[in-house]
């Protein structure tokens, strides 16, 4: 990390701020310095004695945790450069940007927010993604605004790119800080915004193993897998055409019918399922799309007690398979399928999206 360049204005805003602030907030678009800005902040702050709560909600170049995850370390001492990783707490979301996951990632931001507040941070810092242009963005961060309440707002502008952003929050009663961006920011390519997410994710794996949990024992909000009634293959009709194939995995609950199997969503007999079966949804998961897929593996309270990448899912045998450095997988009590495909050498694959349906 190189010295930080502080403007004046920086310095400024940091004095004005740090007095009865409880939540302060940092927008920008990529590259524009944010999480430069919120380690001068922390310097500052903690050299003030002030205890920080740095929340990282970037989930794509995260500075404190690990990617697809939101994050939290407590600061009491202005730290060193090294010190801006390991996190305290990390909630999973399940993709490297907030598409498909905008729920996930404000209830993460809720959570290490609130945890922020109960480690007795005087100053809860958020730090957040690039992510400002067009409507979900505006959505997005609208609500995480109106769910944090910051004191402050301070948005790093080139131009006026934020302005879309930062107008409606004035009329709408919160205090704006606007800086310019430092003339040292450095942009960074996609590719090495990939070899740095590799980077994050060997080194969150490095002590990992292969473990096996049973699938019944353990909650996948995203489908009733182990909440419904088994239908055994011979139960299926014959009219389905699926009997030519391995035999599938097919659970029923209420108006759904899950169907793991090793075939592509095309060759589904959605209509004649529906039929047989009486059902409103066919859920399809293809059973090959969850090799190498980054899961959040959460306690009974919901909060993530660690990331594993799956090797194997068999519900024939009842056998998850994943490659995680967790050691309490008893405590493990809902699995979140996410969306990224990670390597065991810390590749992203591509994205997939696991859960099909009709
Ligand atoms: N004030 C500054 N002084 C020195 N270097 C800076 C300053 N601001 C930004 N940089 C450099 O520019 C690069 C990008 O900055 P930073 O990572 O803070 O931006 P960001 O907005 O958080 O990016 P992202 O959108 O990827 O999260 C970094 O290499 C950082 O060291
Ligand atoms: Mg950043």
Request: hydrophobic share 35%.
């Amino acid at each position: 990390m190189n010295t930080i360049d502080v403007p004046k204005e920086w310095h400024q805003a940091a004095e004005r701020i740090k007095h009865d602030t409880k939540v302060c907030i940092i927008l920008g678009k990529i590259d524009s310095g944010k999480s430069t800005l919120c380690r001068y902040l922390t310097q500052a702050w903690t050299a003030s004695m002030i205890r920080v709560g740095y929340v990282d909600s970037d989930l794509g170049q995260p500075t404190i945790g690990f990617p697809t995850t939101v994050s939290l370390k407590i600061f009491d001492i202005p730290p060193q450069d090294h010190d801006y990783s390991n996190p305290s707490h990390f909630q999973f979301v399940g993709n490297t940007a907030p598409d498909g996951f905008l729920l996930q990632a404000l209830h993460a931001v809720k959570i290490m927010a609130d945890k922020s507040r109960q480690q007795g941070a005087g100053i809860t810092l958020v730090d957040t993604s690039g992510f400002i242009d067009g409507p979900v963005a505006r959505i997005l961060k609208l609500h995480k605004i109106e769910m944090l309440r910051p004191q402050w707002i301070v948005a790093l502008q080139a131009k006026d790119e934020m302005e879309h952003l930062l107008k409606g929050y004035e009329k709408m009663g919160w205090q704006v800080i606007r800086l310019a961006c430092s003339k040292h920011v450095v942009t960074r390519s996609q590719a090495e915004r990939q070899r740095y997410r590799s980077e994050k994710y060997k080194s969150y794996f490095r002590h990992a193993r292969i473990t096996n949990c049973s699938i019944h024992k353990v909650v996948f909000p995203s489908c009733i897998l182990g909440t419904g009634q088994r239908m055994a293959p011979p139960e299926l009709p014959k009219e389905t055409g699926m009997h030519a194939m391995n035999p599938p995995y097919m659970e029923k609950c209420g108006n759904e019918l899950l169907i793991i199997a090793d075939i592509a969503g095309s060759s589904i007999p959605v209509y004649e399922l529906k039929n047989s079966f009486d059902v409103t949804t066919i859920v399809l998961i293809e059973r090959p799309t969850l090799k190498d897929l980054l899961v959040g593996l959460n306690d009974e309270n919901n909060f993530t007690i660690g990331l594993g990448i799956i090797a194997d899912m068999n519900p024939f045998t009842d056998k998850l398979t994943l490659f995680t450095p967790v050691q309490d997988t008893h405590k493990v009590t809902t699995i979140r399928l996410g969306t990224m495909k990670v390597g065991l050498d810390g590749k992203e694959y591509g994205k997939t999206r696991v859960i099909q349906h009709w």
